[in-house]
């Protein structure tokens, strides 16, 4: 006789920098609830409103203060959340943070004390901020050769 599978249910977060040639994944969290997926959202987003100018921070002020609270409810009853921001002055340039709801499945004979060897291999991306700071849009000589 087979035991079942026990499963969670979470949420799966992703912050996303999409330019005109890939997606990087910069920034991932897995949360229990829709309340802690906002959470880390909402921290994330904060950090790049220092990259943003004035206008384009507006929208983001509000959605930090108001618009989260519609954002819980659309993850609280089963529906994705995206949220994507355009800074000027990086062309070409999104930041896009999703969030959904997700099954997790346990992964089989997971040890914290004896990972396996790849798992030490694998670098966390690199920094929000830092990214969207190394971002540089293409130049018109680039643009011109492809």
Do not use: N
């Amino acid at each position: 006789m087979t035991r079942p599978v026990p499963v969670r249910s979470g949420f799966w977060s992703e912050c996303l920098l999409a330019t005109p040639d890939a997606d990087t994944l910069v920034a991932s969290y897995d949360a229990p609830t829709a309340r802690e997926t906002l959470r880390w959202l909402r921290i994330v987003i904060r950090m790049l409103q220092s990259v943003l100018t004035d206008d384009e921070a507006e929208p983001v002020t509000v959605w930090l203060l108001f618009g989260h609270r519609r954002s819980h409810d659309d993850l609280a009853q089963g529906r994705p959340f995206e949220l994507v921001l355009r800074p000027s002055r990086r062309p070409g340039l999104e930041v896009r943070f999703t969030a959904r709801p997700v099954i997790f499945l346990p992964l089989a004979d997971r040890d914290p004390r004896g990972l396996p060897a790849c798992s030490q291999q694998w670098a966390q991306p690199m920094a929000v901020a830092t990214a969207l700071t190394q971002y540089a849009p293409p130049t018109r000589a680039t643009a011109d050769q492809r």
